[in-house]
């Protein structure tokens, strides 16, 4: 399998094994403290973010950079077009009167025009403030007014409405363009007889120190902070993860590098990644939506070779296939898969490795067999092209890492904030080691504080929050970042998150307990949609559960029950209920007795950004979901 073939060629190369080294510092004790890796990039010293496309067009103006979806499929988008597209607008939004320095907000899903206007605004040296595009008029409210943004560019008339609604009692509402009514054309045409040479002489001003973007947080314990993100600071995260992974994919492999990015444009995540791809020249579409039922034809239809996602998306491919299989009556048989997936990619992993002989003939029998029945349809759900994926947000099951891994998809997860620009850690191309998140980007440094908190130290880093000196002071310290959450380094300076410190529970008996741990392994497990450890100041650790309603659709079909059966029939049927504590019983695999989930609670309703329970970054906003569901926790302890 190409996958496969691609670790072992790679593992031949010693001079790309070479190119990264983490250097460890440890205590008296011999507990590894600290993990550093060198930079591989230079850093800016000159510019900003914001010369990429036209040094892209001038170096190789017909190579094809993007792709943007159009009805008749995917066009191809040039260096050259792309970097007239971008003065085309940022001539307009001069026009309009955006000044050096300004704020320039854009409330859209991920969409082609997100990248032109991000390049746009920096072009015209302006700074870009990304809100959410499900922002509702009270956080549009805060984050216009605590940014000062004078302009606003929206990508739906719902979300013109919501920015109305919540600048209706600023002194001086923003000046708003809306992409679905075509008023980009409108803005483009306000810049018309504006001479290029304006653009050129706002983009030679902006220096590696230049604000770029104010990106808020997403606000799980409260108001979002406005991070201020430098044109350096960007440039330091893609330039050095670009010089991670790239040359290494790009040896190996035989393919043309392309990925589809979903995540939200809005999130710092997605925009580094914007920046990585166009400074590698890598192809890259965009798709509105995170939905795996929405997403997953796209991938089809784009068939990228690589993706960035976070773990629900996993999970749900996995629960898809698994769910399929059911339906054809051969549920059995795709766990059986899972558990050899799971086992062959644990043994290969070790082969390469060098800590084990690898796969069994048996083993590779019974993986071959699969990879007929189970695997290829799992690569088919993806594209058919795609060997990587990187995911972030939250850790992801290590069994599914596993599985998807004998799959032929290895995915590197990473750790990382807004504070951080994106990525802090990555795990290594040549190094994979499922279950952790990596080693530090190059360039930066991980400390583990006395009490377990993870600090970042590096040009990643940002170097305040807007307008709240009092925060920042907080959290930064001696330039290293206390991140608030806690975890650990290896020998090889390979990080494991292990909770957040704010949400680490306390039981009456005393134990600490990290919900984190049992929530990402039970969200690994359908029906199993989102979920809420409970048990702080409480007699055992207990979980609220929400059931995905895709997964209970099917639920529900295959055992013959009506598609509309009520909630309160729902959590007494002792089939779901047994299904739960399979995966409650797989979620406390991870933690001692002490520490695992001793009851349940079925409960009614989703936990979504609709509703506040989730951030835009599927975060669970875990004081709004407890406030919700407080007759329900009580419940569980009144037993």
């Known amino acids: 399998m190409g996958v496969r073939k691609d670790l072992k060629r790679a593992k031949q190369r010693t001079d790309l ?140 008339a719902e979300n013109a409405d919501t920015v109305a609604v919540g600048t209706a009692g600023h002194e001086e509402s923003p000046h708003s363009w809306q992409l679905d009514a075509g008023e980009l054309t409108g803005l483009i045409a306000l810049g018309h007889d504006l001479p290029d040479e304006e653009v050129t002489k706002r983009r030679a001003a902006l220096v590696p120190d230049t604000i770029a973007t104010i990106c808020y947080t997403s606000g799980t314990t409260g108001r979002p902070k406005g991070c201020v993100l430098t044109h350096a600071n960007l440039h ?11 040359p290494v994919f790009e040896a190996v492999t035989d393919q043309v590098a392309s990925t589809l990015l979903f995540l939200p444009l809005a999130h710092i995540m997605g925009r580094t990644l914007q920046i990585a791809c166009l400074m590698a020249r890598i192809e890259t579409g965009h798709f509105p939506s995170i939905k795996p039922e929405e997403l997953r034809p796209a991938l089809k239809e784009f068939r990228p070779t690589f993706v960035v996602g976070v773990p629900y998306l996993f999970e749900k491919i996995h629960a898809t296939g698994r769910a399929t299989a059911e339906k054809l009556g051969r549920a059995a048989s795709f766990d059986r898969a899972h558990r050899v997936g799971v086992r062959f990619g644990e043994a290969y992993l070790n082969k390469f490795l060098e800590t084990g002989k690898g796969p069994g003939p048996g083993l590779y029998a019974a993986w071959a067999l699969y990879d007929l029945l189970v695997y290829r349809r799992v690569r088919a759900e993806l594209g058919g092209r795609m060997r990587y994926a990187i995911s972030g947000g939250s850790p992801l099951d ?26 802090a850690t990555v795990v290594p191309p040549l190094g994979p080691r499922p279950g952790t998140v990596g080693q530090p980007v190059p360039g930066t440094a991980i400390r583990i504080a006395d009490d377990g908190e993870v600090l970042i130290k590096g040009g990643v880093v940002f170097g305040a929050y807007w307008n709240n000196p009092q925060a920042t002071d907080a959290v930064l310290k001696d330039d290293w970042f206390a991140s608030g959450d806690l975890g650990a380094l290896d020998e090889d300076g390979y990080l494991t998150i292990t909770g957040r410190k704010k949400d680490i529970l306390v039981t009456s008996g005393g134990k600490n307990v990290s919900p984190a741990v049992l929530e990402d392994r039970l969200r690994s497990r359908a029906p199993v949609g989102q979920c809420l450890v409970v048990g702080d100041n409480r007699p055992f650790v207990a979980a609220l559960i929400a059931l995905d309603p895709e997964a209970m659709a099917h639920w529900l079909s295959v055992r013959g029950l009506p598609a509309d059966t009520p909630h309160t029939e729902l959590v007494r049927d002792e089939r779901l209920r047994a299904d739960i504590q399979q995966a409650i019983d797989h979620a406390n695999a991870a933690v001692s007795r002490a520490e695992s989930i001793r009851a349940f609670r079925l409960v009614e309703g989703e936990f979504t950004e609709d509703n506040g329970m989730l951030t835009p970054s599927l975060k669970v906003k875990r004081h709004t979901v407890t406030a919700a569901y407080a007759e329900e926790i009580e419940a569980i302890y009144r037993k």
């Open 236 to 246: 330091t995260e893609a330039a050095n993860t670009v010089e991670l992974l790239h």
């Open 17 to 156: 094994a070479s190119r990264s080294r983490v250097e460890v510092v440890k205590d008296a004790a011999g507990t590894v403290r600290e993990a550093r890796t060198p930079a591989l990039a230079r850093p800016l010293t000159t510019g900003s973010i914001a010369d990429l496309p036209f040094t892209n067009a001038a170096e190789t103006p017909d190579a094809v950079i993007l792709r943007r979806q159009e009805e008749d499929g995917w066009r191809p988008v040039t260096a050259r077009e792309f970097a007239r597209e971008v003065t085309a607008v940022a001539k307009g939004l001069i026009a309009a009167g955006v000044e050096p320095g300004g704020r320039v907000a854009v409330m859209s899903r991920t969409r082609y025009e997100w990248t032109v206007l991000d390049f746009a605004i920096w072009a015209a040296g302006g700074q870009t403030v990304p809100v959410y595009a499900t922002s509702s008029a009270e956080q549009v409210e805060w984050i216009v007014r605590d940014s000062g943004a004078r302009h606003i560019i929206v990508e739906s």
């Open 398 to 423: 290590r069994d599914l890492n596993l599985f998807f891994s004998a799959a032929g998809i290895i995915i590197y997860e990473g750790y990382g904030l807004t504070e951080t620009s994106a990525a």
